[in-house]
């Protein structure tokens, strides 16, 4: 029996990281290959092949309609999913402002760990196991929290916003200037769909967001539970 899966599906699945690394890719002439891509453009693929590790760049054009599609969703996932390299400029307060590198990198990692800076919104959408995807646009308000990170006037905030009728929780780290380490802050959940805001000094350039639970027990039950741990 094979299985169909279509573009968008296959763009949710490779975004949660969910697919396998490894594929059997299929040339124009009927050859097989297992292998991973490394990395791709509009115009060829470089893959690592899994029995020797050798890596090799082949045109998108030798291979099949469905690997194509497939290295396309791939490109597409991956670029949703990249934070440019950048400089930003924080605010610190009466009238302070810093700038600061930030580097290409994940925003959301196969193990669910969602980080921001300031000038991000990110859409993440839930599944049935409360597993986190990135996805494009909001195609399911009852599954999906908005995460906002501005900074302004000293002040660095989070806004999480969502329909989901459920308590949405997770674990939060912050980073400040100079520091290569993160601190714990403790967020209150979401609950049945209200919105929640968060606030730290504007030195605080980065967040980092884990251990994400979609659950039916009240906000106060599992805040209080992750705060004693």
């Known amino acids: 029996m094979k299985t169909f899966i279509t573009n968008v599906t296959l763009f949710n699945l490779l975004l949660s990281g969910w697919v396998l690394a490894e594929r059997e890719f299929t040339s124009s002439d009927g050859r097989t290959l297992l292998a991973t891509i490394d990395k791709a453009t509009e115009l060829d693929v470089t893959l690592t092949r899994t029995s020797d590790g050798k890596s090799f760049t082949i045109a998108l054009d030798r291979l099949s309609k469905n690997d194509r599609e497939f290295v396309q969703a791939w490109r597409t996932a991956k670029e949703l999913n990249t934070r440019k390299a950048r400089e930003l400029t924080l605010s610190l307060g009466k009238g302070r402002t810093e700038v600061v590198k930030v580097p290409e990198s994940e925003i959301l990692t196969a193990d669910g760990v969602l980080t921001l800076v300031p000038g ?22 009852q599954r999906t929290v908005t995460f906002k990170m501005t900074n302004k006037d000293g002040i660095t905030m989070l806004f999480r916003e969502t329909r989901v009728q459920k308590t949405v929780a997770m674990d939060c780290e912050n980073r400040g200037l100079g520091s290569p380490d993160f601190s714990r802050t403790n967020l209150h959940p979401t609950e049945k769909g209200l919105m929640a805001g968060d606030s730290w000094p504007g030195s605080v350039w980065t967040l980092r967001l884990s251990n994400f639970e979609v659950t039916d027990r009240s906000a106060q039950d599992v805040y209080s539970e992750r705060v004693a741990k």
């Open 120 to 141: 991000e919104t990110v859409h993440i959408e839930f599944d049935d196991e409360g597993h986190p995807t990135i996805t494009q646009k909001i195609k399911e308000p």
